[in-house]
Every structure is written in C-alpha cells, then in structure tokens.
C-alpha cells in the first residue's frame, strides 16, 4: 500500500466515556477515520503508526444529526470511526511517547 495514503487515514483518536470503556475491558480503542478507508488500510495504518500488532477492526458509519440554529436548520457532518482492538500485551499511548 501507498505510504502516503496509510499516513492520511488515521485522522485523529476519538475520545469519549464509551471509548475509555472500550480501552479497559477490551484493549480496543478508538479512532476518527477517512470516510473511505477500508478495515485493511486502517490495520496498516495503526501498525505503521504505533509499532503495534492489530487483532481487529470494526468500523462504524456514525450519521448526521439533526441541528438548529434559529429558524435554519441543518445537519451535523457524517464521519467514520474504528474500533481497533490489539493483540494481548499492546497498547497504544496517546500521553506520551516511547
């Protein structure tokens, strides 16, 4: 695969209370993604990026949501995010490095 193209698939990690859950009980964690990458080029991406082993990925398509501003109304972005879940005694971390 495209070095290039593996280094603009990760977007940025996502960080929430369900995401934090999904860390500890699973070694899963969390990560806003292109809206077109595939489970492959995230597996890559992850491994390229962190020096990790990838277990699995799952991918969500998280839906726009309905917003308002006075009398307009719109939507919220569409985006994707993966759950990535690592081999047994990996991990990723995001406070500080090696």
Not at 13 to 36: G, L, Q, W
Not at 61 to 74: E, L
Request: no cysteine; hydrophobic share 45%.
């Amino acid at each position: 695969m495209n070095h290039e193209r593996l280094l603009k698939i990760i977007l940025s990690p996502h960080m929430s209370e369900k995401a934090a859950i999904a860390t500890e009980k699973r070694r899963a964690y969390v990560f806003e993604v292109a809206s077109d990458a595939n489970k492959l080029e995230i597996k890559n991406a992850i491994e390229l990026l962190f020096k990790t082993q990838v277990e699995a990925v799952r991918i969500v398509n998280v839906k726009p949501k309905p917003r308002r501003f006075g009398k307009i109304q719109g939507k919220s972005k569409a985006w994707k995010k993966a759950y990535v879940s690592l081999m047994a005694g990996q991990e990723i971390n995001f406070a500080g490095s090696n």
